[in-house]
């Protein structure tokens, strides 16, 4: 009996016995240099509605383009047939409510439904109710009144200039040379592409563009401004 007891207690032992631990894997090797984790986007769309609804990003508008008021009053008596040229969204009209309604996100196509959304930003801007950004005002009426012709540069495409205009003449920017859109159907790989030659267009034309405001650095990159003005936008961005 005792014989058959310790048989089983060691059976049980070997039945019972830890198997062997895998070896924990090795760490990860380091990034040299570290990455940086990019900021949440839910916490940057917060911050971006805390941001306009605070009333900072209309000072920061301010503090952007008012330095254009005093470059054109000085520059604009000293040089023949001067210009100013100004991108149109979120430069010289706001399209915060669209933007809102699709949660920052670039919804193109689709019936523009306010202000729940989603809202489709081509039927908006055909809508033509994007609100005026006033500092851009103050600037355009300055240079307006110091005799510098006025010219638009939009990526918006030749299809909605009716929609544009309209929308334009609403807000109070009137007695402008021109508003040049892109062509419809026209395929750039960054703004700075049509915008550029549209610019040594101007210039071709006999004036001395002193200044071009816009709020991406593809509205202002490619030369053929004495100065430029870049103005905040945290909402997006266009290559």
Known sequence: MIARIAAAVAAASIAFAPTAVASPPAPPSPIIPPPVQPANIGD???EARAYYG???YLTDLQQAAWPAIPWIIERAPLVDRPAVVFDI???SLSNYEALKAND?????AGPCELPGGPCGLQDWDLLAESTLIPPTMDVFNTAKDRGAAIFFITGRPESQRAATERNLADVGYTGYSRLIMKPTGGHFGSAADFKAPARQSISADGYTIIANMGDQPSDLDGGFAERTFLLPNPFYRIP
């Not at 920052?104 to 193109?108: D, N, S």
């Open 54 to 56: 605070s009333g900072a």
């Open 44 to 46: 940057l769309k917060t």
């Open 104 to 108: 920052f996100g670039r919804i193109v």
């Open 89 to 91: 969204d979120e430069t």
